[in-house]
């Protein structure tokens, strides 16, 4: 059955597979997740579950009404939705914990989903890998230029989504088909590495979801 579960980013480490080969892992910290809202979808009859993850101190009142009816006195911080085909197998409710174990085990691979470091505003070489100007001809400062961006009166203006300088990082960005190497009780350990910085939100997902 495809799953899903909540996280953050925990901390990066290494192990060694049966054969001894070296392999980089990322532990996701997956507790508390609890299922906040069930409804089931009157156009395509496919379930919608509400999840939410992580501890904070102040949330907003909509939210506050919804942990409150599913009898979850924890603040939960982050709130996500998911689609699921109705299945007489799965046996959840409103209020109860979700732990990684319930979908996962060893060896599946799953998507996960984050966002990305933030770098700030950064020119053309770093951004977009500009080659960058030569070095030759008395070109003493325009080793990291754009060059040309654009042509004369006709159209007299610059194309949208011209590879320029701008704002880098910060996006959403998903990695695919990690295996999970352990499942634990607060979290999985996946082998491979994860978008975003640490304690960032990820999003878990079987890769058949």
């Known amino acids: 059955m495809p799953g899903f579960i909540l996280g953050e980013k ?6 060694f597979d049966e054969s001894g080969v070296r392999i ?19 156009r395509t009859g496919d379930l919608i579950v509400m999840i939410g993850f992580g501890q904070t101190k102040n949330i907003k009142k909509p939210n506050q009404g919804k942990l409150k009816k599913a009898g979850i006195k924890i603040p939960l911080r982050f709130l996500r939705e998911f689609r699921l085909k109705q299945s007489a ?7 109860h914990e979700l732990k990684p174990e319930l979908f996962f085990k060893k060896g599946d691979l ?14 053309v070489v770093k951004r977009h890998h500009f080659k960058g100007g030569s070095r030759t001809h008395g070109q003493s400062d325009r080793e990291r230029a754009p060059g040309s961006i654009g042509q004369t009166t006709t159209p007299g203006r610059v194309y949208k989504g011209k590879r320029m300088a ?9 990695v695919k088909n990690l295996m999970i190497v352990e499942v634990k009780a607060d979290g999985i350990l996946v082998k491979g590495l994860v978008p975003g910085a640490r304690g960032g939100l990820l999003e878990i997902l079987s890769s058949n979801f």
């Open 10 to 15: 925990s901390e990066q480490s290494q192990t």
């Open 24 to 42: 980089p892992t990322t532990f996701i910290k997956t507790s508390p997740n609890y299922f906040v809202h069930l409804k089931d979808s009157a």
């Open 89 to 95: 197998d799965l046996k959840i409710s409103a209020g």
């Open 110 to 123: 799953v998507n996960v989903t984050g966002v990305s470091k933030g770098k700030g505003f950064q020119g």
């Open 166 to 174: 701008g704002r880098m990082g910060g996006d959403r960005i998903k």
